[in-house]
């Protein structure tokens, strides 16, 4: 059992660091640092299904052998190369992840134009009074 | 995958994410937050999946940390938490 557990550490640091994002999201104050938070996060997700397709062994990258002009060329076994598939997966994942990185540097960007601060107890304070004093009127 | 040397990046990746999100200076912790994915990118390099990892070094560790110290540079360096 124990050794069960310490062969999958990998898995292990998945979930602290996928903790760690999820601590950064919903205690910091601060939005850049739930900005980093949310990072993260997907990392650790992608870490997580990068793990997936390491094999135990000698497997190695490229899934045939031979120098590709039929000369010596054989099929191979599945234990003898890494997964490939989650790796392709991931790929898109990190694309899409600075790509909502970058909509929400530009969305902060904004709420700092017009609130003068990025912490999130100060945005909420202006918001209240600013409804308080309307509904005052 | 030699596994001495996963358990020291995944040390050094756990180190820097705590980091990341306890430093009161917005500036350094976007830069450990960069230190923090080219760790993450030698991990993936030693796991075997070389098209993440240099996907990761130029589109998440390159591109992410400029758009995030841009945009520190635009708004206010400090940080209350």
């Avoid at chain 1, 609130?115 to 005052?136: C, F, G, H, P, V």
């Avoid at chain 2, 960069?34 to 589109?59: I, K």
Wanted: proline share 1%; with cysteine; net charge neutral.
């Amino acid at each position: 059992m124990l050794e069960y557990i310490l062969a999958k550490y990998n898995f292990w640091i998945y979930v602290i660091l996928m903790m760690i994002g999820l601590y950064a999201m919903m205690g910091k104050r601060n939005l850049v640092k739930k900005l980093i938070g949310m990072n993260i996060f997907q990392t650790s997700i992608i870490l997580f299904f990068v793990s997936i397709g390491v094999k135990a062994g000698d497997a190695t990258v490229p899934i045939l052998k031979g120098d590709g002009h039929g000369h010596g060329e054989h099929l191979i076994q599945v234990a003898d190369y890494l997964n490939p598939l989650p790796h392709v997966l991931m790929l898109t994942a990190i694309v899409v992840s600075i790509a909502t990185t970058g909509v929400a540097l530009a969305t902060l960007i904004l709420i700092y134009k017009r609130y003068n601060t990025l912490e999130e107890d100060e945005i909420m304070a202006i918001r209240k009074d600013a409804s308080s004093y309307k509904t005052q009127r | 995958m030699i596994w001495q040397l996963d358990i020291v990046l995944l040390i050094f990746i756990v180190v820097c994410a705590i980091a990341a999100i306890n430093i009161k200076d917005l500036l350094s912790a976007v830069i450990i937050l960069g230190a923090y994915s080219f760790f993450m990118c030698l991990l993936w390099t030693e796991m075997g999946a070389v098209d993440v990892a240099f996907t990761e070094a130029s589109v998440g560790a390159g591109i992410g940390t400029v758009l995030f110290i841009a945009a520190v540079n635009k708004t206010s360096r400090r940080s209350k938490d």
